[in-house]
């Protein structure tokens, strides 16, 4: 298996314009994880899928980010309108449980917003 | 709430045994503790994970003890690619399964 896939690998944008990270997880894993990591807040879970559902989406900082799965190799992070506060480095995991299991990591995506 | 702290960052030399621990309140009997490895510009990397007293594998240990308000994760004999940054993960059942990152521990390991 190729582990997690992340794209793109870097993304530059402008404030106020729409982004959009994808996600494919390793085949057969049923939890698929979404985390943003700064310098100031250091790694935090946004949200996680069970078997496609969104089971906890504490974590999403507000109504500019949701979070899609639309089936098992495939999963969408968005934010609209994006800030240069969103800037931070986005990973996308997957695992075969919630807990008891390790998480594998994607290379992740490097977000600036100017 | 839960939550975990560990020490910023920790310097070592190549060959010593390094020891970090992570403090971990209000886990609940049943909550799993694991421990990541970052490298910069990657993901983390599963290290080990452990419920209880003590677990080994083939590159670290992990000890529990018996109140499980913390854990310490054993490097033994550290390498200068061992330099890299390790996080304590709780993964807390009471909280409707709500997964705690540490603040993550910077390892420096110097010849």
């Known amino acids: 298996d190729a582990g997690v896939i992340q794209s793109p690998r870097h993304e530059v944008t402008e404030m106020g314009q729409e982004v959009t990270l994808r996600c494919k997880p390793i085949s057969g894993h049923d939890y698929l994880f979404w985390y943003r990591q700064t310098m100031m807040r250091g790694l935090e879970l946004l949200i996680y899928?069970?078997?496609?559902?969104?089971?906890?989406d504490s974590g999403m900082p507000e109504d500019r980010f949701s979070a899609k799965m639309p089936n098992a190799s495939f999963s969408t992070l968005k934010i609209q309108p994006s800030e240069p506060r969103d800037s931070a480095v986005y990973f996308c995991?997957?695992?075969?449980?919630?807990?008891?299991?390790?998480?594998?990591f994607g290379p992740g995506t490097r977000l600036t917003v100017t | 709430l839960a939550k975990t702290t560990q020490p910023i960052s920790m310097d070592s030399y190549e060959g010593q045994e390094v020891n970090i621990t992570c403090s971990h309140n209000?886990?609940?009997?049943?909550?799993?503790i694991t421990w990541y490895q970052q490298f910069p510009s990657q993901g983390p990397r599963f290290i080990i994970q452990?419920?209880?007293t003590k677990v080994t594998n083939e590159v670290a240990s992990l000890f529990i003890p018996a109140d499980r308000k913390s854990s310490t994760l054993s490097l033994p004999r550290v390498s200068l690619s061992d330099t890299a940054v390790y996080y304590c993960l709780v993964a807390v059942y009471n909280q409707g399964g709500k997964l705690i990152f540490g603040q993550g521990t910077e390892l420096s390991v110097k010849p």
């Open positions: 995991a997957s695992s075969s449980e919630l807990t008891g299991a390790e998480q594998y």
């Open positions: 899928f069970n078997n496609n559902v969104p089971i906890d």
């Open positions: 209000n886990i609940a009997t049943n909550d799993y």
């Open positions: 452990g419920y209880k």
